[in-house]
């Protein structure tokens, strides 16, 4: 199918916000121990490539609306947001240039598919840290599972939006692909993250920078 004619208006609006979450995220960046740690850039190359791998997998019709693997959750804990926004552009930028998403939407993809579920993973984890006890469990579950249930949940949800309040797509083209997308990836998307959380959480507790092995598990 063609690339839908996204009107350029909103491109530049996503682009301008996707320029201000990344300012942000690289005036919080870890520059230090991403300098002087090789295990820290060693990690954050695996994850990069991690995740792109998952944006590369993707099936759908209609462009913007590609079902694929978000992983963000995961790479939030595991690097933070501020290198968790800058590895999405990475992998946005990357689909672009596979010509897997138009270039006209790359922006849409970097700040629903990345920018916001990275916020949303964040708000999760710290909401629950001062909500409820220490208990390892509810990191896993909470963080872990729930935050990618429900970031997943938020990030197709704006993307189809975003594609409705601009017209690029009719109606019930994309309520009809986001409701197949949303009942094949929505608890996936969850079980993934919660797996590769617990999975380091348990054996590489210092590899997840968002985990305090101390707070949960003494």
């Known amino acids: 199918m063609n690339a839908p004619e996204f009107p350029l208006v909103w491109s530049i609006a996503l682009a301008v916000v996707g320029l201000i979450a990344l300012l942000v995220a690289l005036r919080h960046l870890p520059w230090r121990?991403?300098?002087?740690?090789?295990?820290?850039?060693?990690?954050?190359?695996?994850?990069?490539?991690?995740?792109?791998?998952?944006?590369?997998?993707?099936?759908?019709?209609?462009?913007?609306?590609?079902?694929?693997?978000?992983?963000?959750?995961?790479?939030?804990l595991l690097v933070g947001w501020p290198l968790a926004v800058v590895v999405t552009l990475v992998a946005s930028v990357t689909v672009g240039v596979m010509?897997?998403?138009?270039?006209?939407?790359?922006?849409?993809?970097?700040?629903?598919?990345?920018?916001?579920?990275?916020?949303?993973?964040?708000?999760?984890?710290?909401?629950?840290?001062?909500?409820?006890?220490?208990?390892?469990?509810?990191?896993?579950?909470?963080?872990?599972?729930?935050?990618?249930?429900?970031?997943g949940l938020f990030s197709r949800g704006a993307n189809a939006g975003v594609l409705l309040l601009s017209g690029a797509w009719e109606a019930s083209r994309v309520g009809d692909e986001l409701g197949v997308i949303m009942a094949l990836l929505t608890l996936p998307e969850g079980v993934i993250?919660?797996?590769i959380v617990s999975v380091l959480a348990v054996y590489r507790p210092a590899w997840v920078k968002e985990f305090d092995d101390r707070r949960y598990i003494g």
């Open 33 to 76: 121990i991403l300098v002087t740690s090789p295990t820290a850039q060693h990690l954050v190359g695996a994850a990069t490539l991690v995740l792109i791998a998952f944006w590369l997998v993707r099936a759908g019709i209609t462009p913007g609306l590609s079902a694929h693997f978000l992983g963000v959750t995961a790479l939030t």
């Open 193 to 195: 993250n919660g797996m």
């Open 99 to 151: 010509e897997l998403t138009p270039w006209p939407l790359v922006p849409l993809e970097f700040v629903a598919g990345g920018v916001l579920p990275i916020a949303v993973s964040h708000g999760i984890r710290i909401g629950l840290e001062r909500t409820l006890p220490p208990n390892l469990f509810v990191y896993l579950l909470g963080c872990g599972f729930a935050g990618g249930v429900v970031a």
